[in-house]
C-alpha cells in the first residue's frame, strides 16, 4: 500500500515542525557557554566597582549587556578618562553588533515585532555563534537565538552583579588593585589572533605612550585607538 | 554616570536592532568590516599600556604593575584563563608590591 506523496509532505512537514529546536533548545545549548562568561561578568563588577555603584553596574549589565564594551567602559572610567571618550570608544567596540544583527537576519524572517526587540537584546558574540550553527545545521526556530541569549543574560546579570558586591570583601593587600590589569591581559589574548590585530595592539601602545605626552590621559587611548586601527587598514597589504 | 549607560544602551540597541528592523540585507563596506577587527584589540592594548606603564614614573620597567604583567601574560597566552590570569596577577603584584 502506498500513501499519497501529498499526505508523506504533509506528515514529513509536519515531523519537521515538532523536530525544530527551539527557545528551550537554545537555552540549554548555550548554558555551558554562559557558565564560560561567569569570570569575564566577575571582572567586569569587580573593575566597575572603582566607578559605579552596585545598582549602576547592573544598569549597565541589563540595558547594554555586552561585555568588551561594559568592560572597556568600566576600564576607562577607573582610569579617568573623559565621559564622553568613554561613550565614543565604546561605540566603535560594539560597531561589531551591527555585523552580527545583519548576519542573523535571513534566519529570523518573518517574525513580529515583539521577538524582533528580544532577538536584537539576546544578541551577543557568544548567543551569535550558538544560533547560528543551530539555524544552518538544524534548522533552528528564530526563536531558539532568544532562548539562547536569556541563557548568557541569566548569567551575565548575576555575574556581574556578585562581582560587584564580592569587590568589597576581598582585603588589601591581595592584589585586587591588579585586577584591570590582568584582565585586560587575558581580555587581548583572546579576542586578538591574526598577526595584523598584534601588530596594531602593539602600534596602539607606541600610540598610547607617544600621545600621552600632549593629550590629557583622558582621551590617550581613544586617541591611540583609532590611529592604530586606521594604520591597520593600510598593513593588510603586508600582513 | 547614569546617563552614560543609558546614551550608551541606546547605540548598542539600535547596532542591534536596525539590521533586523531593515529585514533586507544590510552590508558595510569591506573596509569599515576590516576595521572594525582591529578595534577591540587596539582598545585594550591602549588601555593596558595606561595601567601598567605608569605616566611620569621614573623607571618604568621596575614597577610591580609592569613586573607582574609578564607572568600574567605567560599565563593568559598558555590557557586564555581569566581566572587563573587574574590569580596570577593579583598574587605576583602583591608580593611585588611588598618586596619593592
Known amino acids: 500500500m502506498s500513501l499519497p506523496s501529498a499526505t508523506i509532505a504533509r506528515m514529513s512537514a509536519s515531523c519537521v515542525e515538532t523536530e525544530r529546536p ?3 533548545a537554545g537555552f540549554r545549548a548555550t548554558l555551558p557557554v554562559a557558565l564560560g562568561c561567569v569570570p569575564f561578568g566577575l571582572a567586569y563588577g569587580a573593575v566597575a566597582a572603582a566607578s559605579l555603584s552596585p545598582w549602576q553596574t547592573s544598569l549597565m549589565s541589563l540595558t547594554v549587556f555586552a561585555g568588551t564594551a561594559q568592560f572597556v567602559a568600566v576600564s576607562m572610567l577607573a582610569q579617568g578618562a573623559d565621559l564622553l571618550s568613554v561613550w565614543f570608544t565604546c561605540v566603535l567596540v560594539n560597531l561589531r553588533l551591527l555585523l552580527l544583527s545583519a548576519a542573523v537576519s ?3 524572517q518573518g517574525i513580529g515585532a515583539a521577538q524582533r526587540l528580544a532577538s536584537a537584546q539576546a544578541l551577543t558574540d557568544e548567543s551569535f555563534a550558538v544560533s547560528l550553527g543551530a ?3 538544524h534548522d533552528a526556530k528564530p526563536v531558539y537565538l532568544v532562548g539562547s541569549g536569556l541563557a548568557i543574560y541569566l548569567f551575565w546579570q548575576i555575574a556581574t552583579l556578585v562581582g560587584r ?10 592584589g585586587l588593585e591588579y585586577a ?3 584582565s585586560l591581559i587575558c581580555l587581548l589574548f583572546m579576542l586578538v589572533h591574526s598577526r595584523r590585530q598584534w601588530v596594531v595592539a602593539l602600534l596602539a601602545i607606541v600610540l ?6 600632549w593629550l590629557p590621559d583622558a582621551w590617550v587611548v581613544l586617541a591611540a585607538t583609532m590611529i592604530a586601527a586606521t594604520v ?8 | 554616570m547614569t546617563a552614560l549607560i543609558i546614551a550608551l544602551a541606546a547605540v548598542t540597541l539600535a547596532y542591534r536592532l536596525l539590521p533586523l528592523a531593515l529585514l533586507e540585507r544590510f552590508r558595510l563596506p569591506s573596509w569599515a568590516r576590516d576595521w572594525l577587527e582591529l578595534v577591540p584589540g587596539a582598545v585594550l592594548a591602549a588601555m593596558l599600556c595606561q595601567a601598567v606603564l605608569l605616566p611620569g614614573e621614573a623607571e618604568p620597567w621596575k614597577t610591580p604593575e609592569l613586573l607582574a604583567a609578564v607572568p600574567a601574560a605567560a599565563v593568559a597566552w598558555r590557557t586564555r584563563s581569566m581566572v587563573r590570569t587574574m590569580v596570577t596577577g593579583m598574587l605576583v603584584y ?3 608590591s611588598h618586596m619593592l
Open chain 1, 106 to 108: 535571513p534566519h529570523l
Open chain 2, 94 to 96: 602583591a608580593l611585588l
Open chain 1, 165 to 174: 558586591l564580592a569587590s568589597g570583601l576581598i582585603p588589601q593587600g591581595f
Open chain 1, 135 to 137: 539555524f544552518r545545521t
Open chain 1, 180 to 182: 584591570l590589569s590582568a
Open chain 1, 208 to 213: 598610547a605612550l607617544v600621545s600621552r605626552l
Open chain 1, 22 to 24: 527551539g527557545l528551550w
Open chain 1, 232 to 239: 591597520g587598514l593600510g598593513l593588510k597589504r603586508w600582513l
